[in-house]
């Protein structure tokens, strides 16, 4: 089971930057986030709930451009719970700046795994 969520985990969070650069926010929000998941961005206060998360990242893909490329450092999963840990390239016009990703999963009822926890900082200030 451990092994089979790792990589359920690793193919949600693979649709992540698809998504997200393609603008499908709806889509996004239903692939990867959980109903309660909390997203806690750098420099701001922390955005409660699926849909705030995507309107969030809606406007920052629409008003600044921002587009994200990503990687894998580890991931784990018990039963029901598990993380990953992984980089970002975060790009906005021109600009580009890395950074360091922390994701907390869990096993939803309908046997998908979805972000609860979405924790991000950049690598250089």
Not at 35 to 58: K, M, N, Q, T, W
């Amino acid at each position: 089971m451990a092994e089979s969520g790792t990589n359920a985990i690793k193919a949600v969070r693979a649709q992540f930057p698809v998504l997200f650069n393609a603008g499908k926010f709806d889509e996004l929000g239903q692939w990867f986030y959980a109903e309660d998941a909390v997203a806690l961005p750098p420099g701001r206060d922390p955005i409660e709930g699926r849909a705030a998360i995507c309107s969030y990242f809606d406007e920052l893909w629409r008003n600044a451009g921002l587009r994200f490329d990503l990687d894998v450092i580890q991931t784990v999963a018990g039963d029901d719970m598990g993380y990953l840990i992984g980089t970002y390239v975060a790009h906005m016009g021109d600009q580009s700046a890395p950074g360091v990703t922390h994701e907390a999963y869990r096993l939803q009822s309908d046997g998908s795994w979805k972000c609860t926890v979405d924790m991000w900082h950049n690598s250089v200030e």
